[in-house]
C-alpha cells in the first residue's frame, strides 16, 4: 500500500504519516516513511510517503503509484495528483492556503480545484478545519482528515484509534480521538 501525505507546514502532515506508518507496523506489516520538508516552518510544502506490505524496500513512491493521497490543503491535492494509480483515492482537506506567490500577486490562486481533479480522480472532500472547529480546537484538522482516510487505508477504527492515542501529545489525546472519529463518520 502506498501512502502520500501532502500539506502545508503546521497542518499536521509529520504526525499523520507517523499514526499510519504505526498503525501499519502494529498490524504486521513492513513499513518505510519518507519525508520532505520543504519550507514547512515558512507554511511551505511538506510531502510525506508511507509504504507497507510484506516486505517494502524502498520508502519512496514513484509518480502513478499511489494507492491514497491525502492532502491537507486544495492546491497542495492539485500539485501531487499525478502521484495516483488509476484507481486511486485523493482525500482533500476543503482548505485554501495561499503560498508566497499569490501573496505577493505573481501567480493567483487556482478555481475549482476539487472539482477540476474529480474529473480524473475519486475524490473525497472534507472540511477538516470547520469540524476541528466545532470540536473546539482547530489544531486538530489532521485527525479529522486522516479519519476519512483511514476507511480507504485498511484496519479497524480501533486500531487506529489505539495507535492515535500512544502518538499525539498526551494533553491531547481526547480531542484528537473525537476529531479521528468524526472525521471516521462521513
Known sequence: MNIMVVGV????TLLTSRIIG????QAGFDVKLSEVHGMAQRGGSVVTFVRFGEKVYEPVVEEGNVDV???FERLEAKRYAHFLKKDGVLIVNDCRIDPMTVVIGAKTY???IIEALSKDHTVYKIDGGA????LGNSKVLNSVVLGLA???IGFSEEQWIE???KTVPQKTIEINTLAFKAGYEK
Open 9 to 12: 507546514g503546521g497542518q499536521g
Open 163 to 165: 495507535v492515535l492515542q
Open 131 to 134: 469540524i476541528a472547529k466545532e
Open 150 to 152: 483511514a476507511k480507504h
Open 69 to 71: 493521497l491525502i492532502s
Open 110 to 112: 487556482p478555481e475549482n
Open 22 to 25: 504505526k498503525t501499519a507496523l
